[in-house]
């Protein structure tokens, strides 16, 4: 998109341009992780025996 008639086009259009990717860059570095799913209480207990008392409750005893 080049305008001829306006000087200060190619520098505008440059300028929303990065401002263009530096949103798309925020956005991207805000989502969440994807959380991790297990199968089965023995895969989890294999990775730490803590997970099962955030995931089961305080009283959780592995």
Do not use: W
Request: glycine fraction near 4%; charge should be negative.
């Amino acid at each position: 998109m080049i305008n001829a008639t306006n000087p200060f086009a190619n520098y505008t259009l440059a300028i929303a341009a990065q401002y263009n990717e530096s949103k798309h860059g925020i956005e991207e570095a805000e989502k969440a992780p994807a959380k991790k799913i297990y199968r089965s209480l023995d895969s989890m207990l294999e990775e730490c025996v803590f997970l099962g008392a955030t995931r089961f409750g305080t009283n959780f005893i592995a």
